[in-house]
């Protein structure tokens, strides 16, 4: 039978359709499902803590969502780079599965040794973390961050406050000896948290080196050498004058390594903390006695008067003075109606033939009175 051209070519055409149809492209290979290394390690240290955290990874290498978690390995060496895990210093749990949108926290603690405090002559430690999938593969090391290894020294004790005139005085007891180590040096830091405040305030770094003198000894961070006393300027105390009164505060102290040249870039780790002491700035304190009363007696004009100055009392809280007078033989009298703000008072209510005897008090905000001054006398003619 003879077919027709046009017919031909319809039927020539549907297989053509369907191969095409068909095409799928080359298959994907299987995810490895390896998470992908997490790239904001932290680390903080304080004593011989040391706190990581990281965002756990929800991705894979390939891009793919994270299906199943294993643990994480905590890489630690003395090593400036790491360039793999080897035995790890500790292991983190695995995660529970997250939303791929949802960033997770993860975080760690490891513990540093007196003896890798002591003999790491480095004086820094470099910390990796290492997040495996549920077959225990990983694809390499997160970023990594060296911490100060050095040794920091025990808290001081009886760490105390007491609220005084001038303001709060905190003070504890001589430090340790210190162990010797080049380009190691200490403060003493004080933090101050007001009542309902979680977070503390550093208020002063406090030189520890005139403790030991230049000498170092060979006494073990956190101990003692018996017999051995602080030197004379030794800082034993602080006066903080940054408060306010009528409030509550809480105070604590911690010794910090620094190691580094003085007037350069320090790195810096914290010890552990003092136990907290708690004061209520009360102020019942009288400014100071005012001094250098003198009273003179003026004639001129319709009406006599005796003026009276004195020397300014310098406290900063204040307020006012008050005028007291009184005859021979008679109990003084506060004579001022109105708050005298300035250190001079004009007295006209005077008799003639008669002599005055005066003495200042000064009053602060919260109405406390000083003890008043020295007395002075003047006649009226």
């Known amino acids: 039978m003879k077919l027709f051209p046009r017919k031909l070519l319809l039927v020539l055409s549907v297989p053509l359709m369907f191969t095409a149809c068909a095409t799928m492209g080359p298959p994907k290979p299987p995810s490895l499902d390896l998470p992908k290394p997490p790239s904001d390690l932290r680390a903080v240290r304080k004593g011989d803590k040391v706190t990581l955290t990281w965002t756990a990874p929800t991705a894979t290498t390939d891009r793919e969502t994270l299906r199943a978690f294993g643990p994480t390995r905590i890489c630690r060496g003395l090593e400036p780079h790491l360039s793999e895990c080897g035995t790890p210093a500790g292991e983190a749990a695995a995660l529970a599965k997250v939303s791929p949108d949802k960033k997770l926290a993860a975080t760690y603690t490891d513990t540093l040794s007196l003896d890798l405090q002591q003999s790491n002559r480095s004086l820094f430690v470099t910390y990796a973390v290492e997040v495996l999938n549920q077959g225990g593969h990983s694809a390499g090391l997160s970023n990594q961050v060296r911490v100060l290894s050095a040794a920091t020294l025990g808290p001081f004790l009886n760490f105390a406050a007491a609220v005084t005139a001038q303001g709060v005085q905190l003070s504890w007891a001589a430090p340790p000896a210190s162990q010797e180590m080049s380009n190691l040096r200490y403060t003493f830091r004080i933090y101050r948290r007001q009542e309902g405040s979680t977070t503390a305030d550093k208020i002063a770094d406090l030189d520890l080196q005139p403790c030991w003198g230049s000498a170092a000894t060979t006494a073990a961070p956190g101990t003692s050498q018996a017999g051995e006393q602080p030197a004379e300027t030794c800082p034993l105390s602080y006066l903080d004058q940054t408060f306010e009164w009528e409030k509550t505060y809480f105070y604590h102290g911690t010794v910090v390594s620094v190691v580094g040249e003085l007037g350069k870039q320090a790195t810096e ?36 008067f005796i003026d009276l100055i004195w020397a300014p009392v310098a406290d900063v809280d204040l307020d006012s003075y008050n005028i007291y007078r009184h005859e021979e033989g008679a109990a003084p009298v506060k004579v001022n109606k109105q708050l005298v703000r300035t250190p001079a008072y004009r007295d006209a209510d005077i008799v003639s033939g008669k002599n005055y005897v005066y003495s200042v008090s000064a009053v602060d905000v919260r109405g406390n009175e000083s003890a008043r001054s020295e007395e002075t006398s003047e006649r009226v003619p």
């Open 269 to 304: 780790v914290e010890g552990d903390d003092t136990p907290e002491v708690k004061v209520f700035a009360d102020d019942v304190f009288p400014p100071a006695v005012p001094s250098g009363l003198q009273a003179v007696f003026s004639g001129s004009g319709p009406q006599p």
